[in-house]
């Protein structure tokens, strides 16, 4: 979740590297568009978030992103070079290491769908990537540019409204993990739908999910077994 984030600044080249020395199954990644057109990878669209900097990361240039140095997150007195990465650096990761890249859509502009897809398939990457994303709009349009892509609809509880918004996309569900109740999730396999949830970090909440057959499970710090 965000790279080994537990540990070193979410989000970054650092984090991203050292979970790939882990066997992950994938390494989750948040995504905005910048004003020039380039796709950066940051949790939360407020800059202030992880840097000394204020503003949207929308109305920044990647130009001008790259000179921001991040201040917050785990460790980062050990990363004074901790900054904003391109999704590119983040792929090439993804692809040396042989996980799956799994990117998380923040970024809710339709007409932006496309130049992301585009750099997936640069990277030869469309059928091995899990594109993820709050925003059913997002998903939707992927599904339309392309209708074989891996796609989860994030929500923080499930609802029958948003199983049928995946029903009807043929989306995973990827849900927050203590507010996973089991008849819900048991809807999940009813509609034969891929089960995931978030942020999974106690050993009791992990033997919770797959107790209740989620087969993904996100996580900033248990290591693979």
């Not at 929308?58 to 990465?85: H, M, Q, R």
């Not at 585009?118 to 349009?141: G, K, N, T, W």
């Not at 978030?198 to 909440?205: G, I």
């Amino acid at each position: 979740h965000r790279g080994l984030s537990s540990i070193v600044p979410e989000n970054t080249i650092e984090a991203f590297k050292e979970a790939a020395k882990y066997n992950y199954y994938a390494l989750e990644c948040d995504v905005h568009c910048t004003t020039d057109g380039k796709w950066v990878i940051i949790h939360d669209y407020m800059l202030q978030s992880m840097a000394d900097e204020k503003g949207d990361v929308k109305n920044w240039s990647y130009e001008d992103l790259k000179k921001v140095k991040f201040t917050n997150g785990a460790n980062i007195d050990k990363y004074p070079d901790a900054g904003v990465c391109l999704v590119e650096e983040y792929i090439e990761i993804c692809k040396e290491a042989n996980i799956k890249p799994m990117i998380e859509v923040k970024d809710k502009r339709i007409d932006k769908v496309k130049s992301l897809l585009d750099i997936i398939r640069a990277y030869d990457i469309e059928d091995d990537v899990i594109l993820i994303s709050f925003h059913a709009s997002v998903l939707r349009e992927f599904k339309r540019l392309s209708p074989n892509m891996e796609l989860w609809y994030l929500m923080h509880t499930i609802t029958d409204e948003k199983l049928q918004e995946c029903i009807e996309n043929g989306n995973g569900v990827a849900f927050e993990a203590k507010r996973g109740k089991p008849e819900m999730i048991q809807k999940i396999h009813d509609n034969n739908l891929t089960a995931a949830c978030w942020t999974v970090d106690t050993k009791d909440m992990l033997n919770k999910m797959i107790a209740n057959g989620v087969k993904y499970i996100t996580t900033n710090a248990i290591l693979p077994e």
